[in-house]
């Protein structure tokens, strides 16, 4: 099963090799693309697992340099969570799990010659610090995730606003307070409120979790004085949905009872309406209506990254990779793919598995065990997905969601402080993953401390 890499590594401008440190004597290079929570995550366990190994060697590929939970950025939008102290720096994670970090975007793959080809890196002044190069593997790992969908709107792409990625999410921050102060000082009409007006485009988890966040981030403002603003009624927030009810993939009486609860926010509801066009300070509806939007998020849905389809790999109609229930792809076994970027067949349902933060934790996982086993010329086992349920988080307000499994037989609705502390476990049992556990309980308790010595929300 060994196979061995005796070529150099090139740099495509240059033509001559380059001083990585990527040894050619290695007999077998697991190359994961992808530095999600499920990336990572094998990453970490596959570095520790071979740590010390003189035939196995773990890259991981990503184009950013630092890793945050991606269903943490609705937080860092609204401002209730400081990325600078959640972030994780990929290169100090490789140091102390053994693996290699690249950092580059994926632009090509030559199944030939066994290499993937990764972009240029260059700093925020356009400089090159690292030339665009070729990464050889001998097992090669997809998991580069997905990227907002603005389904060919007028106007959407120019005028909303995404929350993919940490920088896009301050952004939106930034604005937020920018457009909250301006309302509170500019001159209003006589006999009317100033206000904020935010459209939420799309009523999924992120949607939702954002507006409740959103709510929070409004009253702090106020309390701290940033603004004089009514934060119930002057800021108004509006979810729009072009489904008949928000939270579709998930049971009708978890959407049922977070539209109940983010009706006690203030928060407005629009289903069965879909946007036309996003203008500049408006959100044009199919039925006519022109809903006023100083601010416009757009969370509607998720596409799969283009590259995927251009690197000869097939991939269904949303782009995705096909894989077998191995998550090997159909033309190439050497090539695996996981996670939202993948369609792995799921058996018991008669559909493929979700896109969901709980299927890439428990692909990497299996990933983990078959990608040992296959290093023994072993047999790899199916991936079977186990639907633990659903939880949507309210923020400091509540918390919704549904537990199912064999253990209880059936699916059962959860609400308040058990919802919210199994919510927060979630993100626990990533640190879990990436650091073990002692390393889980002291950041645990840091994000405690200073959550009592700093206000709630950042402020600037």
């Not at 120019?158 to 939106?172: G, P």
């Not at 044009?284 to 799969?304: C, P």
């Not at 988080?393 to 609400?415: C, D, P, Q, Y």
Request: charged content about 20%; hydrophobic content about 40%.
């Amino acid at each position: 099963m060994a196979f061995r890499f005796t070529g150099n590594i090139h740099s495509r401008s240059s033509g001559t090799s380059l001083p990585v440190s990527l040894d050619a004597k290695i007999s077998h290079r697991i190359v994961v693309v992808g530095g999600g929570a499920g990336g990572l995550e094998l990453a970490t366990r596959l570095g520790d697992r071979f740590a010390g190994s003189d035939n196995v060697r773990i890259v991981l590929v990503d184009r950013s340099p630092t890793h945050l939970w991606k269903p943490l950025l609705h937080e860092v939008a609204a401002g209730s969570m400081d990325p600078n102290t959640n972030q994780l720096e990929y290169i100090a994670q490789a140091r102390w799990h053994h693996f290699e970090f690249q950092q580059g975007e994926l632009l090509g793959l030559d199944r030939q010659r066994k290499t993937i080809r990764i972009a240029a890196v260059v700093d925020e002044d356009g400089i090159e610090i690292l030339p665009e190069r070729d990464v050889p593997y001998g097992t090669l790992v997809l998991s580069i995730g997905s990227v907002t969908n603005f389904f060919g709107t007028p106007g959407a792409q120019k005028h909303a606003l995404a929350v993919d990625s940490v920088s896009e999410a301050e952004h939106f921050r930034r604005r937020m307070v920018a457009a909250c102060m301006r309302a509170a000082r500019a001159p209003g009409e006589p006999g009317r409120r100033a206000e904020v007006c935010i459209a939420i485009i799309g009523g999924g988890a992120t949607g939702v979790e954002l507006s409740a966040e959103l709510r929070n981030t409004a009253q702090v403002f106020s309390a701290y004085g940033l603004h004089h603003l009514d934060p119930q009624r002057d800021i108004r927030i509006t979810i729009v949905e072009a489904g008949p009810r928000i939270l579709g993939p998930l049971p009708e009486r978890i959407a049922g009872q977070t539209a109940r609860l983010l009706s006690a926010l203030n928060i407005d509801i629009i289903t069965g309406d879909r946007v036309i066009e996003v203008k500049p300070d408006a959100v044009v509806l199919s039925s006519g209506k022109e809903l006023k939007a100083d601010l416009t998020v757009w969370a509607a849905g998720i596409q799969i990254a283009s590259i995927l389809g251009t690197i000869g790999l097939p991939t269904n109609r949303l782009g995705q990779v096909i894989v077998n229930q191995s998550l090997q792809t159909e033309i190439d076994s050497d090539v695996f793919a996981f996670g939202d970027c993948a369609s792995c067949p799921w058996p018991e349902t008669g559909k493929t598995v979700p896109p969901r933060a709980q299927a890439a934790h428990q692909q990497a996982t299996h990933l983990f065990k078959s990608l040992q086993r296959r290093l023994k010329g072993q047999e790899l086992k199916p991936f079977r997905f186990r639907d633990h349920g659903s939880l949507i988080s309210l923020g400091r307000f509540n918390a919704v969601g549904n537990l199912m499994g064999k253990v209880i037989g059936k699916s059962m609705l959860i609400e308040g402080t058990l919802a919210r502390f199994l919510y927060f476990s979630l993100y626990r049992s990533h640190l879990l993953a990436l650091h073990g556990f002692m390393r889980m309980m002291l950041d645990t308790l840091a994000q405690w401390l200073r959550r009592k010595t700093a206000p709630r929300v950042k402020l600037h």
